[in-house]
């Protein structure tokens, strides 16, 4: 392990960045958050951690000046979460995307590449693109499934990632994180990670954008007939992986890992419904969903003796505690 006691985070206001921060801020670590502010809720986490840490350190920048606070900075590693993250805004605005996560991306890992800082990147499992529907499935009552080999298994790091169609979003992340391995950084492609400080919509954060409509009451709009399976992984236990990669940076360099909750934190949109009871409306497939996808996460559990340890069912019990609170907090 190499000493790792000051970090940078690139949206560290954001969901993960947030927690994340919190976590190594308990560990003692100095951290410095960089965050332009307009994801939704971004403001919110960062004066709750302004109230929590007084003292942290806040840069308000994008990162189109990215390099230029890297190659300043004295920090041991960069957390890059910073990004454009709806397919649906990729489509809308694909230069935006790429100026965001392709570029963006270029100009943290290639300052911190220059000075042998290491960079932990949060990729995404859209970067296998169409591949991933090209599995034969088995059509369960509440859910599809994959058939074969892959079956209870999951995508690994092996799988697919060429040139079949990914979507603007899934292009710009793939480019990011091959610039980031390439200078030598860590990339993690996350499944569907959720958990508090998370403000989801329909686009983003689908599981808080369930929690949330359910208890204020809105409607909830499903695209497709709802048995799309994700594994859902909570923070608690992404942040603690996200720990063990920086601190096994220097041994790490250029991998690439599937991070979710793996198999056994599978669920359906159908089946999260019923646990929260609520009653969807319907609308069409959009581009490119995945009916299937779940992360076969052998390769970080041996390379970093990691496993997550907190279910769906308590992972969303907390999340619920937490958005009830917030949504009273905001009323």
Known sequence: MIAIKKVLITGGAGFIGSNLARHLIGKGYQVTVLDNLQRKGSEINLKRMQKEFPKLAILKDDLDNADKIVQKLDVDAVYHFAAQVAVTKSYENPADDFRINAQGSFKVASAAGSRGIPVIYASTNKVYGDNVNDIELQELPTRWEFK????????????????KKHTPYGVSKLVGEMYVREFGGIANRFSCIYGENQFGDADQGWVSHFVFSKVRGIPITIYGDGKQVRD?????????????????AKKLKGEVFCVGGGHDNTISLLELCKMLDIKPKFADWRPADQKVYYSDITKASKMLNWKPEVSVKEGISRMSAWINKIVKEME
Do not use: A, P, T
């Open 232 to 248: 859902l992984l909570h923070i608690q236990d992404n942040v603690r992986l996200l720990e063990q990669e920086g601190l096994n």
């Open 148 to 163: 074969g080999d892959l079956k209870g298994r999951g995508i690994s790091e092996s799988f697919s990632i060429d040139s």
